[in-house]
């Protein structure tokens, strides 16, 4: 299994709250990415990075930001958490080689906003 | 846009009744197709790349196939522990890496 984890496993707030998501890597993989689950809607993606303080939007990215200070870690942050932000947090890495790209996923982060 | 369609939404086959998924997409320059398993309350695992229409891989009793329009998962003689949900996604040229998945096929195989 890719060395990926996330924290925290899961989480109660309350609307209006700031929380942050944190994604850790061992595998010196250059791309990170945070998608989220919804029934009906499939995998989503909300932020990526392609290296160390580079990265960029996904489809879903308004009410969240992210940082990579590390090639590590990657951290998604709701500023003020909403109740439609209620769902399941997916990180995932990639070495982004042109053959090998396949993305590889952490176990997910279940998140309940109130 | 890129477009992925997967199915059935949801598929219940009796143990070892084979059966096939279906991936439908619609993308500007196929950089590769993935296939995905996911399990209740885990991430998702990956299954097969696949990059040009004719290619075929196989794992265990998964079959994965593509042509320039759509891919199947074929399941033979399946087992209960084949069931899950699997996802398939795609990325295009000059995407960057980012995946375009579609919604997922659950599927339940009864002993």
């Known amino acids: 299994d890719a060395g990926i984890t996330q924290s925290p496993r899961h989480k109660v707030t309350e609307t209006g709250t700031p929380v942050t998501l944190r994604c850790h890597q061992t595998?010196?993989?250059?791309?990170m990415y945070w998608y989220r689950q919804d029934p009906g809607h499939g995998l989503r993606l909300i932020h990526y990075?392609?290296?160390?303080?580079?990265?960029d939007k996904g489809e879903v990215s308004d009410g969240y930001s992210v940082s990579r200070s590390k090639t590590e870690d990657f951290l998604l942050t709701l500023e003020s958490a909403t109740s439609s932000q209620t769902s399941v947090y997916f990180c995932?890495?990639?070495?982004?080689?042109?053959?090998?790209?396949?993305?590889?996923f952490g176990p997910g982060t279940r998140l309940l906003v109130l | 846009e890129d477009q992925v369609t997967q199915s059935p939404e949801a598929l219940r086959l009796q143990e070892g009744e084979s059966s096939s998924l279906n991936c439908s997409y619609t993308?500007?320059?196929?950089?590769?197709l993935f296939w995905y398993r996911q399990d209740p309350g885990k991430g998702p695992e990956f299954l097969f790349t696949?990059?040009?229409a004719g290619e075929e891989k196989e794992k265990e009793r998964l079959k994965a196939t593509l042509t320039k329009k759509e891919s199947f998962l074929h399941i033979t003689a399946p087992k209960p522990e084949d069931s899950a949900t699997y996802l398939c996604?795609?990325?295009?040229?000059?995407?960057?890496?980012?995946?375009?998945f579609g919604k997922g096929i659950t599927l339940s195989v009864r002993p």
């Open positions: 995932a890495i990639s070495d982004g080689r042109l053959v090998q790209e396949t993305q590889y």
């Open positions: 595998e010196n993989h250059r791309y």
């Open positions: 990075s392609y290296g160390v303080k580079d990265t």
């Open positions: 993308v500007s320059g196929l950089r590769g």
């Open positions: 696949l990059y040009s």
């Open positions: 996604a795609v990325r295009a040229e000059g995407a960057n890496s980012k995946l375009t």
